[in-house]
């Protein structure tokens, strides 16, 4: 039954911390400690658990970090002054603001408040607009966090990309539109189809379909009867469901797991593009704290 060989985003992940370790030393040994802030508004539970796991990575590797969280009566004017407080401080190389922030926030607003040299997501415009002139040659600017995990996970398991059609299923900011733009860069090739929630005949693209990236956000959607035998499937969605079972939430992709059995990939849901995203979240911190000591 499970042909479709792991795209084993844990172990890759632990590696890419490995050899980062070895890049916060050397900073280290000139003078540079890399930090990273994280900003987190309210209270979600899924939110504090990414969050936590992010600072348990910093400390892994050798990067400082701190905390700031904010409870979800914060006004804009107070969330813009504590990214200003992040700018100002030297000990913050590189910082997020967690996403989604409560309704009341200009989100937009925010992202162009952090300072685009510390920016750890890769999500302020300037960046994001970086990624779209394409000037973002290796190290000059950073990638957006998962859909640079998404690229290095293919890429470190030798799959190949070059002149595959590729369907990726959502249009968020964070996820599925900087990836169209990076997978149909030079050095990738592929040819993209950005699906959302106005594709008319979603079941059609996903027969046709080499390549599935699911980032929807809608538990179990893909089904293992609608995609093309032998296609390259990763899951990138979370949603929280409850276990019938147990009655308790349970972190559920947007792949149904029998995809298992006709695709030739799959990154799992957890295990897969998850951690990945952590990884490259810290790879943007060192190659920030790196360009600095760099002096540029
Ligand atoms: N500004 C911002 N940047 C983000 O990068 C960002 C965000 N906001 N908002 C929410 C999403 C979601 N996200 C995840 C990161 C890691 C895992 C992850 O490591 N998951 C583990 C399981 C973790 C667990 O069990 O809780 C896995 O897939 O194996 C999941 C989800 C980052 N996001």
């Known amino acids: 039954m499970n042909n479709a060989r792991i795209l084993d985003g844990k172990a890759t992940a632990a590696r890419i911390k490995e050899e980062l370790t070895e890049r916060v030393s050397a900073l280290r040994e000139r003078g540079v400690t890399p930090g990273l802030g994280t900003v987190l508004v309210g209270d979600d539970p899924g939110s504090h658990s990414y969050v936590a796991g992010k600072h348990r990575d910093c400390a892994q590797v050798g990067i400082t ?4 969280d904010l409870p979800d009566t914060i006004t804009q004017e107070e969330l813009e002054a504590v990214l200003d407080e992040l700018n100002a ?13 409560p309704a009341h926030i ?14 750890a997501d890769g999500l302020h415009p ?7 002139l394409n000037v973002n040659a290796p190290m000059d600017s950073p990638l957006p966090c998962t859909p640079h995990g998404i690229v290095e996970l293919l890429l470190r398991h030798d799959v190949e990309l070059k002149g595959l059609d590729v369907l990726v299923v959502g249009r968020g900011v964070t996820v599925g539109r900087p990836l169209g733009l990076l997978l149909t860069r ?23 379909a080499d390549v599935v990236v699911a980032a929807a956000g809608i538990p179990h959607m893909i089904r293992a009867d609608r995609v093309k ?18 009655g308790r939430a349970k972190l559920t992709g947007d792949v149904d797991p029998a995809v298992a059995s006709v695709a030739s990939w799959l990154s799992p ?3 897969g593009v998850g951690p990945m995203t952590r990884a490259m979240l810290l790879t943007n911190v060192v190659e920030a704290a790196e360009r600095s000591a760099a002096g540029n």
């Open 89 to 101: 401080d030297a000990a913050t190389t590189g910082y997020i603001v967690q996403l989604p922030l």
């Open 229 to 246: 035998p032998g296609a390259i499937v990763l899951d990138v969605g979370v949603s929280r469901v409850e276990d019938p079972e147990t």
């Open 126 to 132: 300037t960046n994001l607009g970086k990624l779209v």
């Open 186 to 208: 030079k050095q990738i090739n592929a040819t993209v189809t950005l699906a959302h929630t106005g594709t008319v005949d979603l079941a059609d693209h996903l027969g046709r």
């Open 106 to 119: 200009d989100t937009n607003a925010i992202l162009e408040r952090i300072d685009p040299a510390k920016d």
């Open 269 to 271: 849901n957890p295990g």
């Open 65 to 68: 970090s701190v905390r700031r």
